[in-house]
C-alpha cells in the first residue's frame, strides 16, 4: 500500500495570504497525485488531478506540483471560500487507491 | 449537471446488513466507472469498492473484501453497495464517486452527498 503523509496538519493563514500544502508517497506515483477539497458537511471535490491538472471549474489561483514522492498544493491568495480541508490521493497503485491524512487550512 | 445522491445509512446492529444505494443523473451513468468512498467520524477518506461502467470488473479494499458487494443497474441509473457482516469500524460517512474513465482510473471527478452508517449494538 502507498501511504501518503500531508504537512502541516493544520496551516493557519489569513485572506489573501499564500497556502503551500505539501503531500509525501512512501514510494513513487509518477505523476498520479490528485487533491480535493472537503467543505464542513460537504463531499469532497476534485481540485487537481495528475499533479497539476485543474478540474473543471477550479479558479487558478489553485495550482499543483510535484513529481515522485513529493507534491505540492498552492493556493496563491487565499479566498474566504478557501478555508476548509483538503487530501492528497493517488491512482498509482490503481485499483488500490489511498488518500493522505488531510490539511486543514483555517482563518488565522 | 452532475448529480449523485446516496441513500439507504442508519443504524444497524454488528454482523446485520445494509445496502446503500447511489441514485445517478446528469451524466451517461451507463458509460461511467463507479466507485464508494467513506469517512470515519472525524477522519480521513477510504476508497472501498470500483465497478466499471459495465459491471465487468469490480475491485475491493482489503478492509470489506469478502463482506462488501458492488453493483449497478444502468436501467435505473443506479449503483448500490450490499454491506454485510457489519462491524463498529464500518461506521463512516459513505459517498458514491464517478470515475473519469468508464474502465476506471481512480480519477474521482464527481461525489454526491453521502449517507451515514452507524454500526452500533
Known amino acids: 500500500e502507498i501511504v501518503l503523509t500531508q504537512s502541516p496538519a493544520t496551516l493557519s493563514l489569513s485572506p489573501g495570504e499564500r497556502a503551500t500544502l505539501s503531500c509525501r508517497a512512501s514510494q513513487s506515483v509518477n505523476n498520479f497525485l490528485a487533491w480535493y477539497q472537503q467543505k464542513p458537511g460537504q463531499a469532497p471535490r476534485l481540485l487537481i488531478y495528475d499533479t497539476s491538472n485543474r478540474a473543471t471549474g477550479i479558479p487558478a489561483r489553485f495550482s499543483g506540483s510535484g513529481s515522485g514522492t513529493d507534491f505540492t498544493l498552492t493556493i496563491s491568495s487565499l479566498e474566504p471560500e478557501d478555508f476548509a480541508v483538503y487530501y492528497c490521493q493517488q491512482r498509482s497503485n490503481w485499483p488500490a487507491l489511498t488518500f493522505g491524512g488531510g490539511t486543514k487550512v483555517e482563518i488565522k | ?121
Open chain 2, 1 to 121: 449537471q452532475v448529480q449523485l445522491a446516496a441513500s439507504g445509512g442508519g443504524v444497524v446492529q454488528p454482523g446485520r446488513s445494509l445496502r446503500l444505494s447511489c441514485a445517478a443523473s446528469g451524466f451517461t451513468f451507463s458509460s461511467s466507472a463507479m466507485h464508494w468512498v467513506r469517512q470515519a467520524p472525524g477522519k480521513g477518506l477510504e476508497w472501498v469498492t470500483l465497478m466499471s461502467y459495465d459491471g465487468g470488473n469490480e475491485h475491493y479494499a482489503d478492509s470489506v473484501k469478502g463482506r462488501f458487494t458492488i453493483s449497478r443497474d444502468n436501467s435505473k441509473n443506479t449503483l448500490y453497495l450490499q454491506m454485510n457482516s457489519l462491524r463498529a469500524e464500518d461506521t463512516a460517512v459513505y459517498y458514491c464517486a464517478r470515475d473519469y474513465d468508464p474502465s476506471g482510473s481512480g480519477r474521482l471527478d464527481y461525489w454526491g452527498q453521502g449517507t451515514l452508517v452507524t454500526v452500533s449494538s
